[in-house]
Each structure stands twice: as C-alpha cells, then as structure tokens.
C-alpha cells in the first residue's frame, strides 16, 4: 500500500523553508526519501530507522515518529538545485519491499 | 563501477507484442526491483528480487514476468504489450536487509510507449 504524500506541489522562493509530510497505514522498520530531477532517475537523500538511525544527506534532515507511522523532510533555505520531485519510500515492519509514495513537486524560484 | 544499467533507453511497440527490458548491475546488491513512473501515480513497484532464484509480486505485477537466475542480471517481460503499460520504468538494486536498511541506486530509466 503506497504511502500518502502531502502537499501535492509546493512553490517557494530562495531562502524559505518547506516541509514534506509522508505517512502510513503500517507499521513501519524504515523510511526513505528520494530527490529526482526532470527526466533523470530518483536519488537518494536520507533513510530513517525504527529505533532512531539515521543515514543520508548532510544538509536535509527528516523526522520519523513511529508511534504514528509518520515522516517529515524538512528542506530549509532552499536552493534553487532543491527544486525537483521528492518522493517517499517505506518498508514495513515485516516485508522486503519498498513502496514509494505519489511524490511531492518542489519548485523553488528566484 | 557502472552502477545499474538499464537497455534499451527507449522502446516503441505494437499492441500484442512482447519484450524484455534488461537491467544488469555490478555492485554485488542481493535486492533488485523494477518500478514503473506515471504522471501523478510517483514510483509504483512490479516485482522484486531479494536474492538469486527468488522473486515477488509487487503492487502492480500483472502483465509483467521476471527472472533472477544470477545476482547481477533482473529482466523484466512484457508478454502482450497493452497501452496502458506505456510508462518509464526504473530498475533499482540494493544490499539487502539483515539489520539496517540501504539506499536504492536506481537505473537511467526505459521509456516505453505502447501504440
């Protein structure tokens, strides 16, 4: 079951802040979140464990509360490279696969 | 170190036609998948792979077959090609999960258009 992404499409300028939501109907072990750029393949950003790990980008950073099976990226002073589609991955509790999300548009403008 | 690699890049076929779309990767990654990418749907996931010989279902298999006869190579069948598998499709592949998860390193991409 795909997990829900909201908002659909963000716009911001130079320098604001976004936060990107994702959650689940399911028990979660993982989080992942993805960047991809127009006609190119998604890239890695950040993964978040049950039990607090984190892996991934320096300069983004995430949030996962696993009492409400719930993730948010938080993207501050953004950059015009952030503009992109983000989407996010969950691995439940006891499977193997990655599920993504419908993504969030991000456009940052000058 | 190619990563995962994707062929062909594009594709066009008939309606009823078949094809396989190959996907190879060189860094010793147990997990595999294909995803396929529509306008507003995100990633949705076809099959996966978490090792040699051993292959699943994932939210939208039908009309797709896959094969892992070795760790490096996913193809990925088309049996009868329909419309509506027009669609960009990524392969991804990872290390496989025993006590930690691992970031997916995705393909290019194959763009396929079904007429």
């Known amino acids: 079951q795909q997990p829900v992404q909201s908002p659909q499409a963000v716009i911001l300028r130079e320098g604001e802040d976004a936060v990107i939501n994702c959650s689940s109907s399911?028990?979660?072990?993982?989080v992942h979140w993805y960047r991809q750029k127009h006609g190119e393949a998604p890239v890695f950003l950040m993964i978040?464990?049950?039990?607090?790990e984190q892996k991934g980008h320096e300069k983004i950073s995430a949030s996962f509360n696993e009492k409400k099976q719930q993730s948010s990226l938080y993207l501050t002073a953004s950059q015009l490279s952030y503009s992109g589609t983000y989407f996010c991955?969950?691995?439940?509790?006891?499977?193997?696969?990655?599920?993504f999300g419908a993504g969030t548009i991000l456009r940052v403008k000058s | 170190n190619a990563g995962v690699t994707q062929t062909p890049k594009f594709q066009v076929l008939k309606t009823g036609q078949s094809m396989t779309l190959q996907c190879a990767q060189d860094?010793?990654?147990?997990?595999m998948s294909w995803y396929r990418q529509d306008p507003g749907m995100g990633l949705r996931l076809i099959h996966y792979?978490?090792?040699?010989?051993?292959?699943d279902q994932g939210e939208v298999p039908n009309g797709y077959n896959v094969s892992r006869s070795t760790t490096e190579d996913f193809p990925l069948r088309l049996l009868s090609a329909a419309p509506s598998q027009t669609s960009v499709y990524f392969c991804?592949?990872?290390?496989?999960?025993?006590?930690?998860?691992?970031?997916?390193?995705f393909g290019p991409g194959t763009r396929l258009t079904v007429t």
């Open positions: 991804a592949s990872s290390f496989k999960r025993l006590a930690g998860a691992y970031e997916q390193y």
């Open positions: 991955g969950t691995e439940e509790e006891y499977g193997n696969k990655l599920v």
């Open positions: 860094m010793n990654h147990e997990y």
């Open positions: 399911k028990a979660l072990y993982s």
């Open positions: 792979s978490v090792g040699a010989g051993i292959t």
């Open positions: 978040l464990l049950k039990g607090g």
